[in-house]
């Protein structure tokens, strides 16, 4: 018999003995699964990650969706279990309905189960009709619910179903909840599985890699990794022959190329190959080339578009760093997240991205602190253009309002915090009005 799921860790050890022969493996299960667990009760945590581990599976665990989003940005799992209420006293499964729309979007061919309450019957119908494979109701078994999760990871195996990037090295999800995201998101769901060239304008540094990428995932390529080709380099051209009918490309800067060299790639290629574009500006792209590979321009937002996405993707940035650097959690301290607010990252993600993962490692401990975000501003910098003097202006007035506040206004502290003599930093202050 087997032990219905408690939410004590001490009963949860009953379940133990109960697991199926194999320690919860089914008999033709190979290799061990990667499981996510989205769930914001630590004590379903805790007793699940027991009988994962007795069953020879792997279990991480997210306290709700933006640390799921964060994980299923950094690797890919086998098997995600979902529950649908996160904000107290809620019970309408909305949140969690919403998280399966999204994962299920980005990869159809995900293989989710979704977990409700006791009395959450209707919920569980409405979230296999949106696509969830299983449901399985609190309390549960152990063994079944471990059954269940080997039996929907192995379905996942049909051709068709396994809509991730295989052979990039990371998945390709987008991150963020603000309207720019979402509408590039849904973009992506309408035009990805088709065969339309898709050409990503926006800055660089923005994500338009990724939006490519995540365009990839959606289409019926998707199993086949996407060939990549800077089509500045002469060199890279005779790859567009060699691969095998029905290859997606990504095409980098045709715009760069003249009209006449526009004209020999046109000839070059294949109808039946999907062509995805990276593009500084789509105008500069002849109409006869624009037609074969950019009849939908999708441009990759900048951070100032979507400045509410900014904490949420620091703290995504932060968790990689910090596992790729073997660190404690990582922690902003309040000046931090208040600089993260309010500042402008010229270098867009990319910059963002970089300057976490170097107040992390110059930092103590995990904790990430406001002065340490971003490089002391050079004395006489002289920016290129007049917007990136407005951000440079704004940045640095934040970043000494945040070193200041650290460091409770002794100037001192600030100056070195910032790399700055005690001088400068008073003529800044006082510049800013400080
Ligand atoms: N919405 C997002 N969610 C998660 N990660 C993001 C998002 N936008 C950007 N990033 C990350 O920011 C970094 C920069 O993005 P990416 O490499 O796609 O930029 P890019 O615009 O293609 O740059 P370039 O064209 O100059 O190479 C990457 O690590 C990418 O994963």
């Known amino acids: 018999m087997n032990t219905p799921f408690s939410p004590t860790p001490a009963e949860s050890d009953r379940s133990c003995p109960d697991a199926p022969p194999g320690n919860g493996r089914s008999g033709d299960a190979s290799s061990p699964l990667s499981i996510l667990l989205i769930d914001d009760n630590p004590r379903i945590a805790e007793s699940l990650a027991i009988a994962i581990d007795l069953a020879g599976h792997r279990l991480d665990v997210a306290q709700g969706p933006e640390d799921g989003f964060s994980l299923l940005a950094a690797r890919r799992y086998d098997a995600i279990l979902l529950d649908l209420n996160y904000a107290a006293g809620r019970t309408d499964g909305a949140e969690g309905l919403a998280m399966l729309d999204r994962l299920l ?10 977990i409700t309450a006791h009395s959450g019957i209707r919920l569980a119908v409405t ?38 990037t295989e052979g990039t090295a990371e998945p390709a999800r987008l991150l963020g909840d603000s309207p720019a995201i979402a509408r590039v998101r849904d973009l992506i769901r309408r035009v990805g599985p088709t065969m339309a060239g898709v050409v990503v304008t926006g800055p660089s540094g923005a994500g338009r890699g990724l939006i490519a990428a995540a365009l990839h995932a959606a289409s019926h390529a998707a199993g086949r990794p996407m060939q990549r080709i800077d089509v500045r380099d002469p060199l890279a051209w005779t790859r567009l022959d060699g691969a095998e009918r029905g290859t997606s490309w990504l095409l980098r800067h045709p715009d760069k190329l003249d009209d006449v060299t526009q004209a020999r790639l046109l000839d070059r290629l294949r109808p039946e190959d999907r062509y995805i574009t990276i593009a500084d500006d789509p105008r500069a792209i002849t109409p006869a080339l624009a037609r074969r590979i950019a009849a939908v321009e999708i441009a990759a937002p900048s951070l100032a578009e979507r400045q509410d996405d900014v904490p949420l993707l620091a703290r995504h940035f932060a968790r990689i760093a910090a596992e790729r650097h073997g660190l404690p959690a990582p922690r902003f301290t309040p000046a931090a997240e208040a600089l993260l607010a309010t500042a402008h990252w010229p270098d867009e993600a990319r910059g963002l991205a970089a300057a976490i993962e170097r107040a992390l490692l110059l930092g103590e401990q995990g904790v990430i602190e406001a002065a340490l975000l971003a490089p002391p501003v050079a004395p006489n910098a002289a920016p290129a253009l007049s917007r990136a003097s407005f951000d440079l202006d704004e940045s640095e007035r934040v970043m000494i309002e945040a070193a200041l506040v650290e460091h409770h206004h002794n100037v001192t502290q600030a100056a070195q915090a910032l790399g700055l003599s005690r001088g400068a930093l008073y003529r800044r202050m006082a510049r800013h009005g400080l």
Do not use: T, Y
Request: hydrophobic share 50%; proline share 6%.
């Open 105 to 114: 979007a980005d990869d159809p061919g995900a293989c989710i189960i979704v």
């Open 127 to 164: 979230a296999m009709q949106a696509g969830a494979r299983d449901f399985v109701m609190k309390p549960w078994r152990n063994a079944e619910l471990i059954a269940k999760i080997e039996l929907a990871a192995r379905r996942r195996a049909a051709p068709r179903d396994h809509a991730v």
